[in-house]
């Protein structure tokens, strides 16, 4: 794992430091082009870079990874629907099976590679930026809830709460949308709350609490 991850880190260095980033936008709408670009520019926005061609650069790689995402998912659902529509009982599951493990072959190349172009402008806390970016920030906002809702979680409970986040965004970044990405957050969330639960934290009554303190202070649940 190391090893390819480096390998794909070499590569990209060599290539990406002779050659401008392109914008992967041939034959795409320009509304969706655009869309796309102005989705990434805000949050290349956020990162703070000095450099023009820098934040011209971030941009693209997080555009084309949008695009790559899109194109991914599109031949998965296009090969998915002429297996249903073409084939029956063994031959049509078999053909839907490959077309997913094509589809997971491809996002595992893709999800290292996209870190890997990053790194070549940003350092890791601002990858974990993007990153975050990505995925709407549910790390952030869930992790925050969590210790705000549970003022007495011991150290050890706020790092593996965290932890389990930051998996979840490994995985939710590859989601094919935002429903999907979600719904990756849920999972997670439900194992923490089984952790908890686990722990001897009464959520019912933490979350009571919680809704009250929130409200005494002027907030909105």
């Known amino acids: 794992m190391q090893?390819?991850?480096?390998?794909i880190l070499l590569l990209l260095a060599v290539v990406l430091s002779a050659n401008a980033i392109e914008l992967n936008?041939?034959?795409r709408n320009p509304e969706y082009v655009n869309s796309i670009l102005g989705r990434s520019k805000k949050i290349v926005d956020k990162l703070g870079l000095q450099d023009t061609n820098?934040?011209?650069e971030v941009t693209y790689i997080i555009a084309n990874r949008y695009f790559e995402l899109n194109d991914i998912y599109e031949v998965r659902d296009s090969l998915v629907k002429i297996a249903k529509e073409t084939l029956k009982g063994d031959e049509k599951q078999i053909s839907i099976k490959v077309a997913e493990n094509e589809k997971d072959s491809k996002l595992y190349r893709s999800h290292f590679a996209f870190p890997a172009a990053l790194s070549l402008f940003l350092d890791e806390e601002q990858i974990a930026a993007v990153k975050d970016g990505m995925t709407y920030n549910v790390v952030k906002v869930t992790y925050d809830a969590t210790l705000d809702m549970i003022p007495s979680l011991k150290e050890e409970e706020k790092a593996q709460i965290m932890a389990w986040l930051i998996e979840a965004r490994e995985l939710a970044i590859d989601a094919e949308n935002s429903k999907k990405k979600h719904e990756v957050f849920g999972k997670y969330k439900g194992r923490?709350?089984?952790y908890l639960s686990k722990r001897g934290y009464d959520l019912v009554k933490e979350r009571e609490e919680w809704y009250k303190r929130i409200k005494e202070r002027g907030g909105t649940i």
């Open 25 to 27: 936008d041939k034959g």
């Open 192 to 194: 923490i709350n089984n």
């Open 54 to 56: 820098s934040v011209r």
């Open 3 to 7: 090893k390819l991850n480096l390998m």
